[in-house]
């Protein structure tokens, strides 16, 4: 199963008490070319690790001792910081005999859903759909922010230094500052405008006297 690179390098953490299923998603994922998995054997291990590393998926079982997967979904959706991680529910009840265990799942905040024993097509799939809409959530922050970063930056003309604005025509510093700001303007002469343009010409009028 073809993967795109990009999503092969973004951080995956595995939570489940089991390691006989710990170590099968971690060998399904790196036979699929994923780089960094990380695994943790309780909730409380992940959740400490978050403090260093943010992953780009979470995969949670929710039957642990301890807390149990719906707790941790429930810490991770409170908290500012962490509620923007896709978590994929990991369970051993069968969906076509209780529905709680995906109502619950979804009512808490997670993007996804499987049910033990998985085929590692199906959790593939769900992966890389994981991935991607958390790779498109990244992309439009980073677009958003060198917009933010252009919208900073003003075109001035080297000659007359009129000003482009955001409407795409030149106009005046002074026109243009008075439209986006609160300032007023009080005019005045510097001293070398008034060297270069008002002397000479009182000067002018003296000698006309």
Known sequence: MAFDSTLQQMTIFAVD???????????????SG?????????GEAMLAELAHT?????????MMPGMSGYKILEILKGDDQLKHIPVIMITAAPLEEELEPLRR??????????????????LLMRVQSALRIEKQRKDIIAANETISSLNKLLPICSYCKKIRSDKDYWEEVEV??????????????????????????????KNKK
Do not use: R, W
Request: with cysteine.
């Open 34 to 42: 994923f780089l960094t998995i990380k695994l943790f054997y309780s």
């Open 105 to 122: 799942s979804f009512e808490l905040g997670a993007m996804d859903y499987i049910s033990k024993p998985f085929a590692s097509v199906e």
């Open 54 to 62: 943010i992953p780009d998926l979470i995969l949670l079982d929710i």
């Open 176 to 205: 243009y500052i008075s439209e986006h700001t609160d300032t007023l303007f009080s005019h005045s002469i510097c001293p070398d405008c008034y060297q270069k343009h008002i002397k000479p010409q009182l000067d002018e009028l």
């Open 17 to 31: 008490d089991d390691s006989v299923n710990l170590k099968l998603l971690n060998t399904i994922l790196l036979q």
